[in-house]
């Protein structure tokens, strides 16, 4: 039998402001790719997330590459806004040599 895997994939705007999650989970894509992107294959994603299926994981892994650009359009939005925290935080608190 055959799984369609817009329904492995769910966005919803009351999970994690629409994002596309795994379905039945708040697990958003873009944490899968941080996974993916850190080297960990999808068996080892799903060993991380007990609660979500291998198939979830693939069908996330399927969303990215399919969305490849936007994801890490926001990937680089998400490093910029820590950068500019952790700027603010270190002005605010310098490290005591």
Not at 47 to 65: D, F, K, N
């Amino acid at each position: 039998m055959a799984t369609n895997l817009d329904s492995l994939i769910d966005s919803n705007a009351d999970i994690r402001n629409g994002s596309p999650c795994i379905a039945g989970t708040a697990i958003t894509v873009h944490r899968i790719a941080i996974w993916y992107q850190l080297g960990h294959s999808a068996e080892e994603i799903a060993r991380q997330y007990p609660h979500i299926s291998l198939e979830g994981v693939y069908a996330a892994l399927a969303y990215y590459h399919a969305n490849r650009q936007a994801i890490d359009a926001d990937f680089e939005t998400d490093e910029a806004i820590a950068q500019q925290l952790e700027a603010q935080y270190s002005s605010r608190h310098p490290i005591a040599s």
